[in-house]
Each structure stands twice: as structure tokens, then as C-alpha cells.
């Protein structure tokens, strides 16, 4: 079992490019989150998802896309990648009955 | 309505003593608090959580304490070790509804040894 995977790691941006955060879980979660972490903000929510197919906006949705085609996979697009989206960024999953939630190893993103 | 404040944003306690961390909430229809427990570059684990029903919940020596009237909730660490050094995070959310959670912006604890 391993969990909830990220990747990458790390990414280095510039100004405008766009990119593709990816998360997967192999627990069979239904319910799936995106969530940044700034520093003296905490965690804050992006998107998140109840099933495939299924998804809603966060507290932070703006200049972020998302899209739940399989139980197992929910990507984080960027569009037009901006300095105030350098953060640190978790994928988090879980059962619809459980309100544990699992956490991915995070992606930190630098936008130059 | 929406917001969760904790504090205090950083706190060192000698080994052994007590770690204290206190959250606020607004939502009255919050009825799920949990706490997670964040080491450096890792993601949040689920470390214990409470439900409104209950004025107090523990697991080893970890205790959540929850007023309800107060609408406030603490994080008790008895006999804190170097282990224990790291973020804590509370939240709160809804069990029915909207799957949201609002989540407390962190206080870093430290246990010198």
C-alpha cells in the first residue's frame, strides 16, 4: 500500500507557464482534497473531490483547475502559474465515512 | 463565520512538562475537530479528533479538551518528549454536508531535551 503518492517533489516556474500536479491513492478513497500551505496560514483549501467525476471549489480555488476521471488519480493543473502560488501543496484523501484524512508527501513549488 | 484561530504560534516546553494548544471557531455546525501532527517535509497524520458530544478525549498522552458554549477546543501533551517536536494543526468541519475542513494556521512546538 502506498498511500497517497505526489509528484514531483519539487518545481521550479516561471511566470505564466503551466503545470500539472499529480496525486494518487491506492486506498480506494472516494473523497479527495487539494490543499496549500503557506507559512502562518495553515492549510487552505484548493479544490476538492467526492467521487469521479465529481468535483467542487475550495477556499483558494482561483488559478486552479481539477478534474477526477478515476477513483485513483486527481491532478492539480496550474494554468498560468503565478509568484503568489509558490507554496507548499498536499493531496489528501479518504473514506466518505471517515473523516480521517490521509496526506500525500507534498509538492513545493517555486513561481519565479 | 468560517475561520479557525490557534494559538500560540510557537511554544517551547521543557522535556516532560505539559504542551498546551488552544483553537477558536465561529461555525456553530462544526461538529468534527480534529488535530493533525506535521514533521518537517512530511504531510499532516491525523493524531486524534473529537466530536461535540464529548468534553474531553484521550489517547496516550494526548487529550483533547472541547467547550462547546466557549466554542473552543485544546491540545494537552503530558509528559512531552523531543519526539513530539513538531507542527500541530487544528481543524474543524462538518460530518454531514460539505466535505470542508478549515484548518488553524499551526503552532510549531519544540521540546528541548
Known amino acids: 500500500n502506498a498511500g497517497v503518492t505526489q509528484t514531483p517533489k519539487f518545481q521550479v516556474l516561471k511566470t505564466g507557464q503551466s503545470m500539472t500536479l499529480q496525486c494518487a491513492q491506492d486506498m480506494n478513497h472516494e473523497y479527495m482534497s487539494w490543499y496549500r500551505q503557506d507559512p502562518g496560514m495553515g492549510l487552505r483549501l484548493i479544490h476538492y473531490s467526492v467521487g469521479a467525476g465529481i468535483t467542487d471549489q475550495g477556499e483558494v480555488p482561483n488559478g486552479y483547475n481539477v478534474s477526477r476521471s478515476t477513483t485513483e488519480d486527481f491532478p492539480l493543473r496550474l494554468l498560468s502559474a503565478a509568484p503568489s502560488q509558490t507554496s507548499v501543496y498536499f493531496c489528501?484523501?479518504?473514506?466518505?465515512?471517515?473523516?480521517?484524512?490521509?496526506f500525500g508527501p507534498g509538492t513545493r513549488l517555486t513561481v519565479l | 463565520q468560517q475561520q479557525v484561530k490557534q494559538s500560540p504560534q510557537s511554544l517551547i516546553v521543557q522535556k516532560g512538562g505539559i504542551s498546551i494548544i488552544n483553537c477558536a471557531y465561529e461555525n456553530t455546525a462544526f461538529d468534527y475537530f480534529p488535530w493533525y501532527q506535521q514533521f518537517p517535509g512530511k504531510g499532516p497524520a491525523l493524531l486524534i479528533a473529537i466530536r461535540p458530544d464529548v468534553s474531553e478525549k484521550k489517547e496516550g498522552r494526548f487529550t483533547i479538551s472541547f467547550n462547546k458554549s466557549a466554542k473552543q477546543f485544546s491540545l494537552h501533551i503530558m509528559d512531552s518528549q523531543p519526539g513530539d517536536s513538531a507542527t500541530y494543526f487544528c481543524?474543524?468541519?462538518?460530518?454531514?454536508?460539505?466535505?470542508?475542513?478549515?484548518f488553524g494556521t499551526g503552532t510549531r512546538l519544540k521540546v528541548l531535551a
Open positions: 489528501a484523501s479518504s473514506y466518505p465515512d471517515s473523516h480521517e484524512q490521509f
Open positions: 481543524a474543524a468541519g462538518r460530518t454531514s454536508g460539505t466535505y470542508k475542513y478549515i
